[in-house]
């Protein structure tokens, strides 16, 4: 079975300051790993994901996160948070594209 | 991009009354799913399709179900709404042999 964890339910970061937003995962196959972000009364918005490849993965809003399998990590990185940021992120694992098991999620708060 | 549309956005609606959220995508994918996601709380898939007449539970159990008549169109019914049932209904899709979901905006569901 596959699960994910995501560690914080609340992180706050001041504007310009590097945001890390931790996610550990297991899985008994490869993973697809994915994170998305969802702003207030929206849906959910793909940031970036991990199929095969490159593990250093680069997404939209100069998010990027790094697949490191030793670890079970896909962590999300941003070096300096905006204000436009603050939103709920979701980690995501998936063993087939079509099935994703979702983290419980961490809403990042930015001050100004 | 995939433009996937629900409606209604919020709905407030006495218990026992019988419902119907609609989710539509006009990108021609195969796979489409329901998921739910209670406020603070991971998202859970309850519904999923993999094509015209194909429809399946998901991981979470749901007193809802779903209809896939059509390639671009399933609908989420509740026969008799209970204040249980309040939460956020997502609706996504994703092409048959692609790496990446879909998310539509979400239906808020209350339930009186």
């Known amino acids: 079975a596959q699960s994910v964890t995501q560690l914080g339910s609340h992180v706050s970061v001041s504007e310009g300051a590097l945001v890390l937003l931790r996610c550990n995962y297991s899985?008994?196959?490869?993973?697809?790993l994915f994170w998305y972000v969802q702003y207030p009364n929206q849906g959910l918005q793909l940031l970036l994901k991990y199929t095969t490849g490159a593990t250093l993965v680069k997404g939209i809003n100069g998010f990027e996160a790094e697949f490191k399998k030793s670890e079970t990590s896909f962590h999300l990185t941003k070096p300096s948070a905006h204000m436009s940021d603050a939103a709920e992120y979701f980690c995501?694992?998936?063993?087939?594209?079509?099935?994703?098991?979702f983290g419980t999620g961490t809403r990042l708060q930015v001050f100004p | 991009e995939a433009d996937i549309y629900q409606t209604p956005r919020y709905l407030v609606i006495g218990t026992g009354k019988k419902i119907t959220l609609e989710c539509s995508q006009t990108?021609?994918?195969?796979?489409m799913y329901w998921y739910q996601q209670d406020p603070g709380m991971e998202l859970h898939l309850i519904h999923y399709s993999y094509g015209v007449n194909s429809t399946e539970k998901g991981d979470l159990s749901s007193e809802s179900t779903v209809s896939r008549i059509r390639t671009e169109h399933f609908p989420l019914t509740l026969e008799s709404a209970r204040p249980s049932h309040t939460s956020q209904y997502l609706c996504?899709?994703?092409?048959?042999?692609?790496?990446?979901?879909?998310f539509g905006e979400g239906s808020w569901l209350t339930v009186v």
């Open positions: 990108m021609g994918h195969d796979k």
């Open positions: 995501a694992v998936s063993d087939r594209i079509d099935k994703l098991i």
């Open positions: 899985s008994s196959v490869p993973p697809y």
């Open positions: 996504a899709s994703s092409e048959f042999s692609g790496n990446t979901i879909y």
